[in-house]
């Protein structure tokens, strides 16, 4: 069976984080690929400051180069809100001979209980937790967690980087800045 790991989010903007998370994920479970899915509508949170299309153009910009990673617009073509239950049901239903691997951040284990359907979402899919500082890890479902190099970094502090015109090199890829500044996404400018 081909063994593909699932990172949803906003990416709102993808970061180093995502990516860093990825391929730890990818390495350390020995996937095949990992698709990044950007949901149309966050369950969880809002999502402002840019549009599906823009966050899945920056998704695909944040990836290109990497063989391994593809992106996978399930999510943002179904439009609604995403539930991670629901899309990936669907996944399998249209991929039999795949082994599905959620990928999540240790900031989402700790929320597990919450999740739509999870005690379904647990008999379907296997979960690889990546830890992050400050967040707790235990839960009852079961997650195999990886350690990753840790890097304090979120959507949320780049967007108000941007908003601020603060350099967002290094902590993005270069292809996402340029398109954050081009489309003056979160109240940034566009370098002269």
Same mark, same amino acid.
């Not at 990992?34 to 840019?50: C, L, Q, T, W, Y």
């Not at 180069?65 to 996944?91: A, C, M, N, Q, W």
């Not at 502090?157 to 996402?176: H, I, N, Y």
């Given at each position: 069976?081909?063994?593909?790991?699932?990172?949803?989010?906003?990416?709102?903007?993808?970061?180093?984080?995502?990516?860093?998370?990825?391929?730890?994920?990818?390495?350390?479970?020995?996937?095949?690929?990992?698709?990044?899915?950007?949901?149309?509508?966050?369950?969880?949170?809002?999502?402002?400051?840019?549009?599906?299309?823009? +966050?899945?153009?920056?998704?695909?910009?944040?990836?290109?180069?990497?063989?391994?990673? +593809?992106?996978?617009?399930?999510?943002?073509?179904?439009?609604?809100?995403?539930?991670?239950?629901?899309?990936?049901?669907?996944?399998?239903?249209?991929?039999?001979?795949?082994?599905?691997?959620?990928?999540?951040?240790?900031?989402?284990?700790?929320?597990?209980?919450?999740?739509?359907?999870?005690?379904?979402?647990?008999?379907?899919?296997?979960?690889?937790?990546?830890?992050?500082?400050?967040?707790?890890?235990?839960?009852?479902?079961?997650?195999?967690?990886?350690?990753?190099?840790?890097?304090?970094?979120?959507?949320?502090?780049?967007?108000? +980087?941007?908003?601020?015109?603060?350099?967002?090199?290094?902590?993005?890829?270069?292809?996402?800045?340029?398109?954050? +500044?081009?489309?003056?996404?979160?109240?940034?400018?566009?370098?002269?």
């Amino acid at each position: 069976m081909k063994k593909v790991g699932i990172l949803g989010g906003t990416f709102n903007p993808p970061h180093l984080g995502h990516l860093i998370m990825a391929n730890e994920a990818y390495h350390s479970a020995r996937l095949d690929e990992v698709r990044f899915m950007p949901n149309f509508i966050a369950p969880h949170k809002e999502v402002e400051g840019a549009s599906a299309q823009q +966050r899945l153009t920056m998704t695909q910009l944040a990836i290109s180069g990497h063989p391994h990673f +593809r992106v996978e617009d399930f999510e943002i073509k179904s439009g609604g809100v995403s539930y991670s239950f629901d899309t990936l049901t669907r996944l399998i239903e249209q991929e039999p001979d795949t082994e599905f691997f959620f990928i999540i951040g240790g900031d989402m284990v700790e929320g597990l209980p919450t999740w739509y359907r999870i005690d379904d979402l647990v008999e379907v899919i296997r979960f690889i937790g990546v830890k992050r500082p400050g967040y707790n890890v235990e839960t009852p479902y079961p997650v195999m967690m990886i350690d990753s190099p840790e890097l304090l970094l979120s959507s949320t502090m780049l967007r108000e +980087r941007a908003a601020t015109d603060r350099p967002l090199t290094f902590l993005v890829p270069e292809k996402v800045e340029a398109f954050i +500044r081009k489309e003056r996404l979160y109240g940034s400018q566009p370098y002269a």
